[in-house]
């Protein structure tokens, strides 16, 4: 675990100055502008009378008082109490430059104009001009020099509010040019320039900003004090994207994107389309066109129900099924506020406005519910994405999360075969592949239930499975809670600095379960391709590094956000798997592999289920997981700790807690499949 290292903090009156608010650092400002202006007046007339002294006349007084007043006030309209001290770059430097000369036209032209004979030699003009210029970009420069090097890391990139952040724009093509002219009308940037691979661009001015090559990057960096990188690369390979996002991790810079060109609907970028860099951005795995066919199949003209449809698979199946012509689709959850919110999304697309989405509140395990759902709309696809997911909630809770994993869909299965689903499609996870946790032996035990049915009726109704690892930014996903870590200052938690995951894109994995299932016939365990995993440590680093701050760590003690491991969870892996075993055959996509696994017959299935049944009417953890693990091929409980989980709080429950010796007990399961869980919504599912 890396150490934590106070910094020593600027003293006195500089930290003063520093931590004052805004308001108060431009009344300052303003006053060093009145009295600098007022000395580069005095100046010139000294210069051009060559004396020190001149006449104290009134019209001189009035003379010495209107200049700097009309030079503070063009300074703030110009917006010059906007730009941070600390960084004046070549941009602040031109808006000062700019901000005297307008300030001095309209001096020398008032004073003209009073036609005071004498009063205002025209060399004046100049002098007071040049000094202006001068005494005012000076005090900035020394003000920035003196306080920049004097303040500690972190604070040195923090803004004070108001104060424009200086940023370049990696790539200088019609998105990035669109960028800067959206950033120009915003008070919130100071644009330094573009940076481009393409040589032809190079010194170039484009949009009123210069073009630099990429090697120029650090010094940009360094000299211009830039604190964010935008990148304006709607078209470029996802490989070519990570590689420059990879460079950039080299500068202290807050690095952002913007989407997909297609994406941007509109044609215009606007200072809103940009976003932080996600970890899809990190992975530069190349996306593969969907097969059209292989997405309509099970689809087109077809009512399909999507189950856990508010989740973060369900949601984006439901989007990507609304595009494929299906005759209706069913929404089912248990989340009241997660299926609203997807059902209103989806009532603004072609197929909601024809009435053709159906939102239905209520749980899997309700057989009558769902029967009654299956048979009024005719169901012909089932995608069933409703499950528990998080590994620690389910170890510390397993008969809820064994009722919805294993027997809810047990049930559910039995009912879409009796009602005639044509095609019943379980999303699965790479958990299920020797498990470690009670959660990823409740979806091995659906994906077995559903290898069952279809050996035992073959053509009857096709099920099918379909196992991957990790979405990004899912609920719960590592990657949102680094973000919202690193935000707050961190630290940044990781259970084990060698744990690694398999990652893929939400929309990604959305797209290919919907074609693996069309390629079914039934039984087959299909599995996602999901590249190289992904070690979390790393992730984190890179996470950190990119959003502008350093790891603190022995190496780095004064760096910004410090990551703490804290163990491994219960149940938890250090690394995942996809396959049970290494016989894996290709398909007719690329990113689908066929997996030939093991399964137990209908007979040895039930009994297997009937013993947990038995077993879960105690409560004992160390019990049920004894049962799964003589049924499971592989399953090895770690860092489950403790002999009862459920069983201790049900200890002194209320009355609508089970006992553990009652067979009337309102959580006991029946044996009969179809019965089996008709009051599972006490559960839950999402």
């Given at each position: 675990m890396a150490k934590t290292n106070a910094r020593p903090a600027p003293a006195g009156w500089r930290q003063r100055l520093l931590e004052l608010p805004r308001g108060p650092k431009r009344a300052l400002l303003i006053i060093?502008?009145?009295?600098?202006?007022?000395?580069?007046?005095?100046?010139?007339?000294?210069?051009?009378?060559?004396?020190?002294?001149?006449?104290?006349?009134?019209?001189?007084?009035?003379?010495?008082?209107?200049?700097?007043?009309?030079?503070?006030?063009?300074?703030?309209?110009?917006?010059?109490?906007?730009?941070?001290?600390?960084?004046?770059?070549?941009?602040?430097?031109?808006?000062?430059?700019?901000a005297v000369g307008l300030a001095v036209t309209i001096w020398a032209l008032l004073v003209l104009l009073a036609a005071i004979p004498g009063l205002l030699p025209r060399s004046t003009i100049i002098m007071y001009g040049i000094f202006s210029m001068v005494l005012v970009w000076g005090s900035r420069q020394l003000a920035g020099w003196f306080l920049r090097d004097l303040l500690p890391a972190d604070l040195s990139r923090l803004h004070t509010d108001g104060a424009p952040t200086t940023a370049v724009i990696y790539g200088a093509g019609r998105t990035g040019v669109q960028l800067a002219e959206a950033l120009k009308a915003s008070p919130d940037y100071e644009l330094i320039g573009f940076i481009d691979e393409d040589p032809s661009l190079w010194g170039q001015n484009l949009a009123g900003l210069k073009v630099y090559r990429p090697h120029k990057i650090a010094?940009?960096?360094?000299?211009?004090?830039?604190?964010?990188?935008?990148?304006?690369?709607?078209?470029?390979?996802?490989r070519r994207r990570r590689t420059i996002i990879r460079r950039l991790e080299a500068f202290r810079v807050v690095v952002k994107t913007l989407p997909a060109m297609l994406d941007i609907a509109t044609g215009r970028v606007a200072v809103s389309d940009l976003r932080h860099i996600d970890a899809d951005?990190?992975?530069?795995?190349?996306?593969?066109?969907?097969?059209?066919?292989?997405?309509?199949?099970?689809?087109?003209?077809?009512?399909?129900?999507?189950?856990?449809?508010?989740?973060?698979?369900?949601?984006?199946?439901?989007?990507?099924?609304?595009?494929?012509?299906?005759e209706k689709l069913i929404l089912f959850d248990i989340s009241e506020a997660a299926l609203y919110t997807i059902e209103q999304e989806l009532l603004a697309s072609s197929l909601g406005r024809e009435g053709r989405v159906v939102a239905v509140l209520g749980s899997v395990g309700d057989c009558d519910l769902v029967a009654r759902t299956i048979e009024v709309h005719g169901v012909a696809t089932v995608y069933h994405a409703a499950a528990y997911k998080h590994v620690p909630m389910v170890e510390l809770n397993p008969i809820a999360g064994l009722r919805n994993n294993t027997f809810a869909t047990r049930a559910f299965a039995n009912v879409a075969r009796s009602c005639g689903v044509e095609r019943f499609v379980l999303v699965s996870t790479d958990k299920a592949v020797r498990p470690t946790s009670v959660m990823g032996a409740s979806k091995r035990l659906a994906e077995l239930v559903l290898q069952a049915l279809a050996a035992e009726e073959p053509g009857d109704c096709i099920f099918t499975m379909v196992r991957f690892g990790n979405v990004l930014d899912s609920s719960g996903s590592v990657v949102g809670r680094f973000r919202k870590q690193i935000a707050q200052g961190g630290p940044v938690t990781v259970t084990h600095p060698e744990i690694t995951r398999y990652f893929m894109s939400i929309p990604d994995a959305a797209q290919l379960v919907i074609q693996a299932g069309a390629m079914a016939k039934g039984g087959e365990v299909f599995v996602l391709d999901m590249g190289k995993p992904v070690k979390i440590d790393d992730l984190a680093r890179s996470m950190i590094r990119l959003m502008g701050r350093e790891v603190r760590d022995e190496d780095n003690p004064n760096?910004?956000?410090?990551?703490?491991?804290?163990?491994?969870?219960?149940?938890?892996?250090?690394?995942?798997?996809?396959?049970?075993?290494?016989?894996?055959?290709?398909t007719s996509h690329p990113r689908i592999l066929q997996s030939n696994e093991p399964l137990l017959s209908r007979q040895q299935l039930d009994d297997a289920l009937s013993r947990l049944e038995e077993t879960m009417k105690t409560g004992e953890a160390a019990s049920i997981r004894a049962v799964l693990a003589e049924t499971i091929d592989g399953y090895r409980p770690e860092n489950g700790g403790g002999a009862t989980v459920e069983a201790k709080w049900l200890e002194g429950a209320p009355e609508w807690a089970p006992a553990a010796s009652s067979s009337a007990s309102p959580m006991r399961a029946p044996s009969n499949g179809a019965e089996a869980f008709g009051a599972i919504g006490r559960e839950g599912i999402k």
């Open positions: 060093n502008d009145f009295l600098l202006l007022s000395l580069a007046l005095w100046a010139g007339f000294s210069l051009r009378l060559s004396t020190f002294y001149v006449p104290p006349t009134v019209e001189f007084a009035l003379l010495l008082g209107a200049a700097p007043l009309i030079g503070v006030i063009t300074f703030n309209t110009l917006g010059l109490y906007r730009l941070v001290t600390r960084y004046i770059g070549p941009a602040g430097a031109r808006r000062i430059i700019l010094k940009l960096v360094r000299r211009n004090h830039v604190e964010e990188v935008l990148l304006a690369l709607p078209n470029v390979s996802r951005d990190l992975l530069g795995r190349e996306p593969i066109p969907p097969n059209e066919r292989l997405m309509r199949r099970a689809v087109a003209g077809k009512v399909v129900m999507v189950t856990g449809a508010g989740g973060s698979i369900g949601s984006e199946l439901t989007r990507q099924l609304v595009g494929l012509g299906p760096g910004d956000i410090e990551i703490v491991y804290t163990g491994l969870r219960r149940g938890e892996k250090l690394y995942e798997e996809l396959l049970i075993g290494e016989d894996a055959q290709e």
